[in-house]
């Protein structure tokens, strides 16, 4: 089955770190687009960051700007979300998500959970002290 698959979820204290992994080594990796969502109860999925084969047009939701960076490994075929200065808010479950798209391809709309078609089950971060 193609599916990302996350890892590392935990518990941190408000200012601390975390990196995200998203691994897609099913994919042929140069033609996907790679988002990270965070879903929390009662609340829509929210997306939070994505990147696509240009590595130099990432794009990030306005409440993690300055403190998440998403990259990239083409050898690894891995997506990663550096998570810094982490906040209580930040708290959800964190899935990362793939789409075909052929390149070149525009990530203007890669925020949008609607532009993809393959999931991971996420992981769980918490903000907590």
């Known amino acids: 089955q193609l599916q990302p698959v996350e890892s590392g979820g935990g518990w941190v204290h408000p200012g601390g770190s975390l990196r995200l992994s998203c691994a897609a080594d099913k994919f042929t990796f140069d033609y996907i687009i790679v988002g990270w969502f965070r879903q929390v109860p009662g609340k829509e999925r929210e997306g939070v960051s994505c990147?696509?084969?240009?590595?130099?047009?990432?794009k990030y939701a306005d409440s993690v700007k300055g403190r998440f960076t998403i990259s990239r490994d083409r050898d690894k075929k891995t997506v990663y979300l550096q998570m810094d200065n982490l906040k209580p808010e930040d708290s959800g479950i964190y899935s990362c998500a793939a789409v075909y798209r052929p390149w070149p391809h525009s990530t203007d709309r890669c925020l949008s959970e609607y532009e993809y078609s393959y999931w991971g089950q996420g992981t769980q971060v918490t903000v907590s002290s």
């Open positions: 990147i696509g084969k240009n590595i130099d047009s990432p």
